[in-house]
């Protein structure tokens, strides 16, 4: 059985960091590209950002590129997400999803809660 | 940047069949993708590459392509399938994703 944990998320200010990782079991993680996508409270979702199974390629929403950085750590099933100079509008649930853009989403974990706010 | 267009709400009649379309310049080129979220619940993936329905997903789900549109059809609407049903797809290079801004179906 695919599952994915985040952890990470709380309360940050404007300005600040935070690190979500995500991790995962049930499948070969090495072997799947992964993504993020976030739910503003209230809102639609927006994809934030992918990575391939390798972790040499990665891509960016432009809402955060040269903001935030996506690694994986294949020998420890976990991928990072690593968030800074945060805004509000980055206020959000953060879901870590098997799979990428252009092959879709299959499983998803249950999401970590940022809340960007001084 | 690329948008996908859905409407915001669609509501049908229980038994009855739900329609709802989402838009793209780039959908000819990549395929796209519907998913199902619940209050409190994460998404769940109901259509895969336009038209293919993932394990467990029940028949009554399907979906189709024509030119820039996609649609989600539900045959036989029932009470649990009222939700929040989102399209995705990626822009024409297929660097960057995006989501249609949701519809939410309403099971009268």
């Known amino acids: 059985e695919v599952q994915l944990l985040e952890s990470g998320g709380g309360l940050v200010q404007p300005g600040g960091s935070l690190r979500l990782s995500c991790a995962a079991s049930g499948f070969t993680f090495s072997s799947y590209a992964m993504s993020w996508v976030r739910q503003a409270p209230g809102k639609g979702l927006e994809w934030v950002s992918a990575?391939?199974?390798?972790?040499?390629?990665?891509y960016y929403a432009d809402s955060v590129k040269g903001r935030f950085t996506f690694s994986r750590d294949n020998s420890k099933n976990t991928l990072y997400l690593q968030m800074n100079s945060l805004r509000a509008e980055d206020t959000a649930r953060y879901y870590c999803?098997?799979?990428?853009?252009?092959?879709?989403?299959?499983?998803w974990g249950q999401g970590t809660l940022v809340t960007v706010s001084s | 940047s690329y948008d996908l267009t859905q409407p915001p709400s669609v509501s049908v009649s229980a038994g009855q069949t739900a329609r709802i379309p989402c838009s793209g310049d780039a959908l000819p080129k990549q395929f796209a993708y519907w998913y199902q979220q619940k209050p409190g619940q994460a998404p769940v993936l109901v259509i895969s590459r336009d038209s293919e329905r993932p394990s467990g997903i029940p028949e009554r789900f399907s979906g189709s392509s024509s030119g820039t549109t996609v649609t989600l059809t539900i045959s036989g609407v029932q009470a649990e399938d009222e939700a929040d049903y989102y399209c995705q797809s990626a822009d024409s290079s297929g660097t960057l994703g995006v989501f249609g801004g949701g519809t939410k179906l309403t099971v009268l």
């Open positions: 999803a098997t799979g990428d853009r252009t092959v879709g989403f299959d499983y």
């Open positions: 990575i391939s199974g390798s972790g040499d390629f990665t």
